[in-house]
Structures are given as C-alpha cells and as structure tokens.
Nanobody, 125 residues
Framework: QVQLEESGGGLVQAGGSLTLSCGAS????????MGWFRQTPGNEREFVAA????????YYGESVKGRFTISRDNAEVAVALQMNSLKPEDTAVYYC??????????????????WGQGTRVTVSS
C-alpha cells in the first residue's frame, strides 16, 4: 500500500530552523505535485508549500514566504521543507501530501489525494 511518511518534527526556539522530510513508499511513479500543509487544534488545514514534480516550480503560502523552502529529491519520491526564522505561530502538525491526479500546482487541499500522518513542530518563544 502506498504511504507517505514525514519526519524531522520537534521542538525549536523562535528564530531557529528545522527541516522536515517526506518520503513515499510502495509507489515508484512520481506524483504531479507534492506539498506541505499544517494544522493547529480547532483550525482547518493550512497550505504551506508545494512543488510541481515535472518543472520544479514552487508555490508558498503567504505566512511562510521567504522563510520556508520546499525541495524535491529527483532520485526518489521525497520532498523536504526547510524552515528558517521560525515563529511561535508556526507551531502545528505538518502534513505531507501528494497529488497523483492533476498536473497543476495548487494550494487547494482537495487536489491532494495522498496524505501522511503528520509530524509535530513546536516553536517556543
């Protein structure tokens, strides 16, 4: 069965950096798009960043633009999210997602058909 697995979450002080990783197992076909979302209790899942596999084109949510960088591993189905200048408001569970249906980079949550279980990021002030 195809799965996405995130890693790299943890506790970091404000202003610090953290790198999240996500890899796909059980599938060798590249997705059209892979992305990251985050969610805090009581709130909807928020788009963070996405990368289009064929072009490498990236797209970021306004709250992370200039601080976070998404990248892909061309050797395998994996993405990383480099997070710099972290703020307490970045605290959330971060989810990796893949789109195997539509070759269009988008922040729309419904476009992603495969999700990981999430990894928690806590930024202390």
């Amino acid at each position: 069965q195809v799965q996405l697995e995130e890693s790299g979450g943890g506790l970091v002080q404000a202003g610090g950096s953290l790198t999240l990783s996500c890899g796909a197992s059980g599938r060798t076909l590249n997705p059209y798009v892979m992305g990251w979302f985050r969610q805090t209790p009581g709130n909807e899942r928020e788009f963070v960043a996405a990368i289009q596999w064929s072009t490498g084109r990236t797209y970021y949510g306004e709250s992370v633009k200039g601080r976070f960088t998404i990248s892909r591993d061309n050797a395998e189905v994996a993405v990383a999210l480099q997070m710099n200048s972290l703020k307490p408001e970045d605290t959330a569970v971060y989810y990796c997602a893949a789109d195997y249906i539509l070759d269009m980079i988008t922040p729309a949550i419904e476009a992603y058909d495969l999700w990981g279980q999430g990894t928690r990021v806590t930024v202390s002030s």
